[in-house]
């Protein structure tokens, strides 16, 4: 896990020292190797560290919290993503994973994105059969805690050396005929989450940085 997180905060990093934002991480010293799939994770991490420097205004606090449960006989990895950020009102919360939704006109013109971040986020728990939970004051900040049923590898397992994360066969998705998407976009963060969302749905995209 800390090679995907640290792979997430050097995205996120130019946008947070720019807005003078403190980022912390809280890993244990040692965490098992577990078995997930390890790009969706990572979009995962992408995609909730995006949205709370987004959200966080200068000289505000960013914390990246994992850590390892065992419940009965399984093991539970868990993230947060806690911020100082503007918060999300109660009666907003239903809507927060719904994909192109604008909760609040006035602050999607302040802060711009796809509007598919949490959408992604969402499906990726669904598909480890996880959960994702949201606390949040506004004003004050929010947290979003997602739990992610998983396998622990050993340390030193047989026939394979040790790895940081073993990847199990990744999602199909259904094909959507010849569709082909040409995406511009010179935001790494942004087209990650837009070309993994778009490909979940079936369709073939071509990537490009420029308009030109």
């Known amino acids: 896990m800390p090679p995907l997180c640290n792979f997430?905060?050097?995205?996120?990093?130019?946008?947070?020292?720019?807005?003078?934002?403190?980022?912390?991480?809280?890993?244990?010293?040692h965490i098992s190797d577990v078995k997930l799939d390890e790009q969706?994770?990572?979009?995962?991490?992408?995609?909730?560290?995006?949205?709370?420097?987004?959200?966080?205004?200068?000289?505000?606090r960013v914390k990246l919290g994992v850590s390892l449960h065992?419940?009965?006989?399984k093991h539970v990895l868990r993230i947060a993503v806690k911020d100082t950020g503007?918060?999300?009102?109660?009666?907003?919360?239903?809507?927060?994973?719904?994909?192109?939704?604008?909760?609040?006109?006035?602050?999607?013109?302040?802060?711009?994105?796809?509007?598919?971040g949490l959408t992604l986020v969402k499906r990726i728990v669904e598909l480890h059969g996880g959960t994702v939970d949201v606390s949040s004051q506004v004003g004050k900040?929010?947290?979003f805690t997602v739990n992610l049923p998983c396998t622990v590898v050993p340390s030193f397992p047989p026939a394979q050396?040790?790895?940081?994360?073993?990847?199990?066969?990744?999602?199909?998705?259904?094909?959507?005929g010849a569709f082909l998407i040409l995406l511009a976009d010179d935001k790494e963060a942004?087209?990650?989450?837009?070309?993994?969302?778009?490909?979940?749905?079936?369709?073939?995209?071509?990537?490009?940085?420029?308009a030109q």
């Open 190 to 210: 942004s087209s990650i989450t837009l070309t993994s969302y778009l490909r979940a749905k079936g369709y073939a995209i071509r990537l490009v940085t420029s």
């Open 86 to 116: 503007i918060g999300i009102a109660a009666k907003h919360m239903g809507q927060l994973f719904e994909p192109f939704i604008q909760i609040d006109s006035a602050l999607n013109r302040k802060y711009s994105g796809t509007g598919l």
């Open 8 to 29: 997430a905060l050097d995205l996120i990093k130019h946008e947070a020292d720019t807005k003078y934002i403190q980022v912390e991480t809280q890993f244990p010293a």
């Open 40 to 60: 969706r994770i990572q979009q995962l991490l992408i995609n909730l560290l995006s949205n709370a420097v987004k959200f966080t205004p200068e000289g505000g």
């Open 141 to 143: 900040g929010s947290c």
């Open 70 to 73: 065992r419940r009965k006989s």
């Open 161 to 176: 050396p040790p790895s940081t994360c073993l990847t199990p066969n990744p999602i199909q998705a259904k094909p959507v």
